[in-house]
T-cell receptor, first 112, second 109 residues
Framework: EPEVTQTPSHQVTQMGQEVILRCVPISNHLYFYWYRQILGQKVEFLVSFYNNEISEKSEIFDDQFSVERPDGSNFTLKIRSTKLEDSAMYFC??????????FGPGTRLTVT | GIQVEQSPPDLILQEGANSTLRCNFSDSVNNLQWFHQNPWGQLINLFYIPSGTKQNGRLSATTVATERYSLLYISSSQTTDSGVYFCAVDDQAGTALIFGKGTTLSVSS
């Protein structure tokens, strides 16, 4: 069964550094998403991407964040200058219709 | 925006017991999904169920869209069912999923 994959599974970075989190969505999917979950809290929406552009974003998704689909298979989330409060689990998701979403296993980002 | 409330917040069971988890939402939805977050933090899709009833093994779910709630049933619980169960609905303005705070289930042998 096709799955969403994410790399790396765990990333440690220093405050102020740039990080890129990578996702490979399911191949025939058209809608792509990033969510995050700070430890012990609920999952929060960051951004959705469709037809090569951002279709929706939350207040969390400020100028420090960007997304890109650099080729036909990858979907990336970049954080330009990481802060301690960016430490969280980041989930990528994809879907065909804009309804049901399939989640990847997550990347745990630790900012020190 | 839409509100999602899950109950109970915590649930402790003996292996073999049955349980019902509830999700209330404040507006009509096009998407409702149930997830299980395992101890490693992974979100496992359980059901896509904006309306109706579905079953998958020992798990089943029912959504009554007109009354704005969904129920997740776990029968004959096992220790591997432990973790956090999340309900999520779409935000109506788009396709973003809004998650509830979850129900933490602990099953002991």
């Amino acid at each position: 069964e096709p799955e969403v994959t994410q790399t790396p599974s765990h990333q440690v970075t220093q405050m102020g550094q740039e990080v890129i989190l990578r996702c490979v969505p399911i191949s025939n999917h058209l809608y792509f998403y990033w969510y995050r979950q700070i430890l012990g809290q609920k999952v929060e929406f960051l951004v959705s991407f469709y037809n090569n552009e951002i279709s929706e974003k939350s207040e969390i998704f400020d100028d420090q964040f960007s997304v890109e689909r650099p080729d036909g298979s990858n979907f990336t989330l970049k954080i330009r200058s990481t802060k301690l409060e960016d430490s969280a689990m980041y989930f990528c998701a994809s879907g065909t219709t804009g309804y049901e979403q399939y989640f990847g296993p997550g990347t745990r980002l630790t900012v020190t | 925006g839409i509100q999602v409330e899950q109950s109970p917040p915590d649930l402790i069971l003996q292996e073999g017991a049955n349980s019902t988890l509830r999700c209330n939402f404040s507006d009509s939805v096009n998407n409702l999904q149930w997830f299980h977050q395992n101890p490693w933090g992974q979100l496992i899709n359980l059901f896509y169920i904006p309306s109706g009833t579905k079953q998958n093994g020992r798990l089943s779910a029912t959504t009554v869209a007109t009354e704005r709630y969904s129920l997740l049933y776990i029968s004959s619980s096992q220790t591997t069912d432990s973790g956090v169960y999340f309900c999520a609905v779409d935000d109506q303005a788009g396709t973003a999923l809004i998650f509830g705070k979850g129900t933490t289930l602990s099953v002991s042998s």
